[in-house]
């Protein structure tokens, strides 16, 4: 049975790395009929919240990256989580018990041992490593200590962590699934903490003891977390323990080849939701972070994603996030829509416009008509707020349209045709208004831009002949009326 899990640091919102992180673990288990499992490592008690908590839940809930096991939001109640699964507590601060168990069968063994230095202590070393241009480890100073020399500490009121004994020969090989075999030099490696002078637990032990109590086999993750897989390797071995599959995602980068950050926009996966993109477009993108087909695919179904994802496709370049071709692709996946769905997926963005109460069927008709423009669903409300509203005139249209020579007239004779043409259907409207213009010997943009204006206040918008049907003759009558009066 595949069991993966998606282990967050609730010290923040959701990021972009993160979120790509998550689907691939997600991905991984559907192909195998296997098991997500989500995580909350909360070791760090200075940055941890529960609103940091809150807001991962709800942005995996939105990309629809549904866990098999793990905390669940209930509805209004923050920091208020129901446990699903087995292997419960899922929340590291809820499982001290079992770490400190380990801890100190690592002890017994000799295989750990209890450090007594001094954060001074241990920055005077780091500061005489840089002097002498060492790496900046950890010497073992406490390695060896007697009990008596230990009684002393202890005396002088310092408070101990534990160290996990690292070899101090050799190589310690990572055998990764997507950048194959990597080693690193033990003597490189530091003795490195597993138990904080508080008795909390550090995240290269947590995360191994949960990994392991949770039968864990596949562990997919950031690159930025290779360098800690020697470390956690040992760890493995130090307990008797078979270690999983461990496989490396690529770095993602910013347009800039700078590693992704705020300065390139949004990282947070809830501001994308805010900004308008849809979760299967925003889904569909991340997979192609650092994964592709043999074909080069660029768009999926969800459960095409699902059975095409191996990570095999996975690469160790770098991945660029560029995000022009997230809004092209977020397009792309707005026209799939039907007006029904496009209108129910921008309604927070209508509520917010005062277009929450409006007709429905004056709704869709005018969001149909600009659907094919829409790249963000907090676009909608702008391109069709004139129909509602009343129009508010752009005054570079009114100077270049309505004051055009000869653009008051036409308007005059438009709003009397209009009046009494038999029906205000598309059709109709568009033979009324070209039979006008060819009547009186004009090219039908004459007519047709100062209508435009007139109507919307601006000098784009769909088809005009569409537009005038759904904004129905009262309505256009009297837009045309107040044009002319500006005029």
Not at 213 to 232: A, F, K, W, Y
Not at 354 to 377: D, I, Q, S, T, Y
Request: positive net charge.
């Amino acid at each position: 049975m595949i069991r993966v899990r998606f282990a967050p640091s609730p010290t923040g919102y959701l990021h972009i790395g993160g979120a790509r992180t998550a689907l691939f673990n997600h991905l991984f288990a559907r192909r195998h009929q296997g098991v997500f499992i989500l995580r909350i490592e909360d070791t760090d008690e200075v940055r941890s919240s529960h609103e940091s908590v809150d807001a991962i839940l709800e942005s995996l809930a939105w990309l629809g990256l549904e866990w098999d096991e793990g905390p669940r939001l209930e509805p209004g109640r923050s920091g208020d989580w129901q446990e699903r699964g087995n292997f419960a507590p899922y929340f590291q601060m809820r499982r001290l018990e079992r770490y400190r168990q380990y801890v100190e069968q690592l002890l017994r063994e000799g295989k750990a041992y209890r450090c007594y230095c001094t954060p001074e202590e241990l920055d005077a070393m780091r500061r005489r490593a840089q002097l002498e241009k060492r790496p900046p480890r950890y010497e073992g100073r406490c390695r060896s200590l007697t009990e008596a020399q230990r009684r002393d500490h202890e005396t002088q009121g310092r408070r101990a962590s534990v160290r996990f004994r690292m070899p101090d020969e050799d190589a310690t090989a990572v055998e990764d699934v997507i950048r194959g075999r990597v080693e690193f030099e033990n003597r490189l490696l530091q003795d490195f903490v597993i138990q904080k002078t508080a008795g909390g637990p550090t995240y290269n032990f947590a995360c191994v003891v949960d990994d392991h109590l949770m039968e864990i086999t596949h562990v997919i993750r950031g690159d930025e977390h290779l360098s800690n897989t020697p470390s956690q390797l040992q760890v493995y071995a130090g307990l008797g323990w078979k270690p999983p599959q461990f496989a490396h995602l690529s770095m993602i980068l910013g347009p800039d080849g700078a590693k992704l950050s705020k300065r390139h926009g949004a990282t947070s996966v809830l501001e994308y939701k805010t900004q308008g993109f849809l979760p299967q477009a925003l889904r569909n993108y991340l997979a192609l972070l650092g994964w592709a087909t043999p074909d080069s695919r660029q768009l999926f179904e969800a459960a095409e994603l699902i059975g095409k994802f191996d990570l095999k496709g996975c690469q160790k370049n770098p991945a660029t996030f560029d995000p022009q071709k997230l809004q092209w692709m977020n397009g792309t996946y707005i026209r799939k829509l039907t007006r029904e769905e496009l209108v129910r997926e921008s309604a927070p963005f209508l509520e917010s416009a005062g277009l929450g109460r409006v007709p429905r069927e004056p709704l869709l008709r005018a969001v149909g008509l600009e659907a094919e423009k829409v790249k963000l669903l907090t676009e909608v409300p702008r391109l069709v707020d004139f129909f509602f509203k009343d129009a508010v005139y752009e005054q570079k249209a009114v100077e270049k349209v309505l004051r055009a020579p000869g653009a008051a007239k036409i308007l005059e004779d438009i709003r009397a045709l209009l009046q009494k043409t038999p029906g205000f259907l598309e059709k109709d409207l568009e033979a009324a208004i070209r039979g006008f213009c060819a009547g009186n010997n004009l090219k039908p943009a004459q007519a047709i831009h100062p209508i435009r204006v007139a109507v919307s206040g601006r000098t784009e918008g769909p088809s005009l002949f569409a537009m005038l049907e759904v904004l129905g003759r009262e309505k256009v009558l009297e837009r045309i009326g107040a044009a002319q009066r500006l005029i």
